[in-house]
């Protein structure tokens, strides 16, 4: 069983920054991509950032520029940079990994303040 921790949300006024973490543990053969995908009260999750192993990044428009993700292929980890944050930014962000099978994390909270 694979299992995802996310670190690092909480609370910031626009334009200020956060970095997101997120550990994958357990049985991991062969990980694949990893990313973020965020949630806002209703709204549907959307994709924010993922990275594939060799490094491919592809972002969501609205946050080109802003955020960076990056991870640790020997660290299982992987890590979201956002810089210039806007109250629309605000929502529950989860990490996901996948590989033969996609996995989540429990969700953080980023919450920014106008």
């Known amino acids: 069983q694979v299992q995802l921790v996310e670190s690092g949300g909480g609370s910031v006024q626009a334009g200020g920054s956060l970095r997101l973490s997120c550990a994958a543990s357990?049985?991991?053969?062969?990980?694949?991509?990893m990313g973020w995908y965020r949630q806002a009260p209703g709204k549907q999750r959307e994709l924010v950032a993922r990275i594939s192993r060799i490094g491919r990044t592809t972002y969501a428009d609205s946050v080109k520029g802003r955020f960076t993700i990056s991870r640790d292929n020997a660290k299982n980890t992987v890590n979201l940079q956002m810089n210039s944050l806007k109250a629309e930014d605000t929502a529950v962000y989860y990490c996901?990994?996948?590989?033969?099978?996609?996995?989540w994390g429990q969700g953080t909270q980023v919450t920014v303040s106008s």
């Open positions: 996901f990994l996948s590989t033969d099978t996609d996995y």
């Open positions: 357990g049985s991991i053969s062969s990980i694949g991509a």
